[in-house]
């Protein structure tokens, strides 16, 4: 069984190489990571007052009552439920999905949905050990948000070449992308280098960071002028700019 924050959609991608595009999304509970240097306010069920990412939902244990926990049948059950006439992406979500990568159930989602022809997106931290023995396995593309040191996760565990090396050299169209304030700007340069000399040729993407649009506005032109200034490219937080932080759009 899968531990499911929640399934929603149609929306569209709001971040990375797809953005626009119509998509459900899978978001999983669990996270090996906390990243409380992003700075995300908020409160426990039982008044707890945290920091944390903007999905710190499906982060944080505390919240766990309100995962439920289905199988692949079931998800593919519901999403059939919401999903429209025309064909959508599938994008799995957390959380941190590759927690679950072991998982049979797990296992059986991915290959539904990359045997019936839908575009399968995983969004990982990618800090997790993982093979890609299955064919279609291989069709997954990975939306990699490798967390830099402003999230305040150590090196050691947050930056697993092994793993994105595996990535890679084995799916077609997988990426990079990194979460950037214009306070940060000049250490995540230095960071993301030493992380591009470890790994191959890869599509490397800058993203502002925010929970809400008044945040993504002060940082989007000096995440722009950095991507500019290294050949990145630069990609907007869509949901995040329309939305802000609400769930379930």
């Known amino acids: 069984m899968l531990e499911i924050n929640e399934i929603f959609g149609p929306t569209i991608q709001g971040e990375g190489k797809l953005v626009g595009s119509p998509s459900i999304f899978i978001r999983v509970g669990k996270c090996n990571f906390r990243c409380e240097g992003f700075n995300v306010e908020y409160e426990t069920p039982s008044g707890i007052k945290k920091c944390s990412c903007d999905t710190y939902y499906a982060v944080d244990p505390a919240f766990k009552d309100q995962w439920q926990k289905m199988s692949a049948e079931n998800i593919i059950n519901k999403i059939s439920k919401i999903e429209p006439k025309y064909k959508i992406d ?3 979500t957390g959380g941190e999905p590759l927690l679950y990568w072991k998982n049979d159930e797990f296992q059986k989602l991915l290959r539904y949905y990359i045997e019936n022809n839908y575009k399968v997106t995983i969004e990982t931290n990618a800090s997790l050990d993982i093979t ?11 939306s990699m ?3 830099l040191s402003n999230s ?7 930056v697993n070449t092994t793993t994105l090396n595996t990535i890679i050299d084995k799916t077609k169209n997988s990426y990079l992308k990194f979460v950037v304030d214009k306070n940060f700007k000049k250490q995540a340069e230095e ?13 490397v993407y800058l993203m502002p960071m ?9 940082n989007s032109e000096a995440v722009i002028n950095l991507a500019i200034k290294n050949g990145f490219k630069y ?6 700019r329309v939305w802000d932080n609400k769930r379930g759009v």
């Open 145 to 147: 948000s490798v967390k």
């Open 90 to 92: 599938i994008v799995i």
């Open 152 to 158: 305040l996760e150590p090196l050691k565990k947050r």
């Open 235 to 240: 990609c907007d937080r869509l949901h995040i």
């Open 191 to 203: 960071e993301i280098k030493n992380i591009l000399l470890q790994i191959p040729r890869t599509e």
């Open 210 to 218: 925010g929970d809400t649009a008044e945040q993504i506005n002060q």
């Open 132 to 142: 890609l023995d299955k064919s279609y396995q291989k069709e997954i593309i990975f």
